[in-house]
């Protein structure tokens, strides 16, 4: 077909209503550009799922670095924008994901580590706010600038990693808030008037305002001068010494009642063995009675035992009321009722066993039984 009948076919189709076939070729470009676009989004989303997963490398890594994986923009605002120096400025810093990212990664910049903000601004962090719907971290501060010689607030720089950006090493960019030019004004001089205070003024004397001259301005005063290392070492050592021998006396003076139980029960034995043993070189006549009253003298400074004349069921009573064993206030029964019964019997004679011997073996067992304080 020439050309002059391809433009008649042409005519006649459109005269007709009826179009050229399309060919297939056109629908295979198109099927082709849709499979290449779905891949190309498949590869993103997998891309921004991976970020996350991704640790920035150490190389190159920016001492300000935020820890911050994606990408983000700053901005911030400050108001007012004149002020007096050492005025507050209210200051607002956002951070905003910008595709991938996370807000929750997003920390606060510290401007006190910034060395212009450090040196021109007092720094005072405020309040974070989170923005959901624009994905973003707002941060607060209160800026004082130092001295007028401050023109502008710095621009707040921003680092974070986007994993998208290869090599990894070449990931870490830089967002920065731009600069917001102030005026600072010098302080407003306060006149002697205009002090508030609640306090009264004193109408202090001509002498306070007066200058000191002469010799005495000029004069030094010599240093306290410390006694030497013998009288410190008495000074120091003096107290102590002289508490403790007073302690010692003092319980020497008063001891406590353990103490006395152990000195009065030591003194009574001593005394009633003493006397049994010399009791025991005399003439045998008298002995019983005699032994007996040595036991109750002994008994009486021992255990209060207040009965002069005591029958055998009064000592035994007596013991067993003190806290004595059952063989000791059985020993002791047997014992006085053996001296009764050489007294009332008008014996010369000793006993079977010698009273002595027995009222000596007696005192020694009560000696031996453990008492309580307040027997004693």
Same mark, same amino acid.
């Not at 043993?277 to 002994?298: C, D, F, M, N, R």
């Given at each position: ?39 190309? +989004? ?70 006190? #580590? ?14 974070? #706010? ?8 707002? *941060?607060? $501060?209160?800026?004082? @600038? #130092? ?12 680092? $974070? *990693? ?13 967002? $920065?808030? &731009? ?12 006149? &002697? ?31 306290? @001068? ?28 008063? &001891?406590?009642?353990?103490?006395? %139980? ?14 049994? +043993? ?10 019983? +009675? ?14 209060? *035992? ?29 014992? *006085? ?21 027995? %009222? ?8 031996? +039984? ?7």
């Amino acid at each position: 077909m020439n050309q002059a009948e391809q433009s008649a076919y042409q005519q006649g189709s459109r005269n007709s209503g009826h179009y050229p076939p399309c060919f297939p070729g056109s629908w295979i470009a198109s099927f082709c550009a849709l499979c290449v676009f779905c891949g190309a +989004q498949k590869t993103l989303a997998q891309a921004d799922h991976d970020a996350d997963k991704v640790e920035p490398p150490v190389a190159n890594q920016p001492q300000e670095f935020s820890g911050a994986l994606g990408s983000y923009a700053v901005t911030s605002q400050a108001e007012p924008t004149t002020v007096q120096a050492e005025d507050t400025i209210k200051f607002k810093v956002k951070v905003k994901v910008l595709g991938a990212g996370s807000s929750g990664q997003i920390k606060r910049p510290n401007l006190q #580590r910034l060395p212009q903000f450090a040196r021109q601004f007092a720094v005072k962090n405020g309040a974070d #706010r989170d923005l959901p719907d624009e994905k973003a971290r707002e *941060f607060a $501060y209160e800026l004082r @600038p #130092r001295n007028t010689a401050v023109k502008q607030i710095p621009a707040v720089p921003f680092v $974070y *990693f986007n994993p998208r950006i290869r090599p990894a090493t070449q990931g870490y960019q830089w967002a $920065y808030a &731009p600069a917001i030019p102030i005026l600072v004004k010098p302080r407003t001089a306060v006149a &002697p008037a205009e002090v508030q205070t609640t306090f009264p003024i004193k109408d202090l004397p001509e002498s306070v305002y007066q200058y000191t001259t002469g010799p005495n301005v000029l004069l030094r005063q010599e240093p306290f @001068p410390w006694p030497g290392s013998i009288l410190l070492s008495i000074l120091a050592l003096g107290p102590p010494a002289l508490c403790a021998v007073w302690l010692a006396l003092w319980q020497r003076a008063y &001891p406590d009642a353990a103490r006395v %139980a152990r000195q009065r029960r030591s003194r009574a034995a001593r005394q009633a063995l003493a006397s049994l +043993q010399t009791l025991g070189k005399s003439e045998p006549e008298g002995q019983a +009675q005699q032994a007996k009253e040595i036991v109750v003298a002994y008994l009486q400074e021992r255990l209060d *035992f207040h009965v002069l004349e005591p029958t055998p069921e009064e000592v035994a009573a007596h013991l067993r009321q003190a806290g004595s064993a059952p063989e000791i206030v059985a020993e002791a029964g047997r014992f *006085f009722a053996a001296c009764d019964a050489a007294r009332f019997a008008d014996l010369r004679q000793p006993l079977p066993e010698s009273s002595t011997a027995a %009222a000596a073996d007696l005192v020694r067992h009560l000696e031996d +039984q453990p008492w309580p304080i307040c027997a004693a």
